[in-house]
C-alpha cells in the first residue's frame, strides 16, 4: 500500500503564495499520473493540475498563469507551487496518483488525506 503525505497548506493573505508538497511513502514502479484535485465545502472535487507519465500537464483554467505543477521522479515527489492567491482557491486540496507498485499487474488510484488551504481577503 502507497501513503501519499501532503505538506504545505496553510492560512495566507490574498496576493500571497503557498508551495504544496506530496510524497509517496512507497516508491511506484509505474506511474501513469500525479497531480493535484481540491475541494471546497458543498462542492465537487476538481481537478487543479497534474503531470501525465509522458511529462505534459494539464492546468485548469481557474489557476492557469498562477499555479505550476513540478515533480522530482526519483523521490516520487510532486508540487504545487501557488502564486497570486485568490479567496476563490479556499478548498482542501488533495494530493492523486494513479499507478502500480512493483511486481503488480494492477494500476490503483491513490488519495492523500488533503490539506487545507485558506486564502484571506
Known amino acids: 500500500q502507497v501513503q501519499l503525505v501532503e505538506s504545505g497548506g496553510g492560512l495566507v493573505q490574498a496576493g500571497g503564495s503557498l508551495r504544496l508538497s506530496c510524497a509517496a511513502s512507497?516508491?511506484?514502479?509505474?506511474?501513469?499520473?500525479m497531480g493535484w484535485y481540491r475541494q471546497a465545502p458543498g462542492k465537487q472535487r476538481e481537478l487543479v493540475a497534474n503531470?501525465?507519465?509522458?511529462?505534459?500537464?494539464n492546468i485548469a483554467d481557474s489557476v492557469k498563469g498562477r499555479f505550476t505543477i513540478s515533480r522530482d521522479n526519483a523521490k516520487n515527489t510532486v508540487f504545487l507551487q501557488m502564486n497570486s492567491l485568490k479567496p476563490e482557491d479556499t478548498a482542501v486540496y488533495y494530493c492523486?496518483?494513479?499507478?502500480?507498485?512493483?511486481?503488480?499487474?494492477?494500476?490503483?488510484?491513490?488519495w492523500g488525506q488533503g490539506t487545507q488551504v485558506t486564502v484571506s481577503s
Open positions: 492523486y496518483a494513479n499507478g502500480r507498485l512493483s511486481g503488480s499487474l494492477s494500476f490503483f488510484d491513490y
Open positions: 512507497r516508491r511506484f514502479f509505474v506511474i501513469n499520473v
Open positions: 503531470i501525465i507519465s509522458g511529462g505534459s500537464t
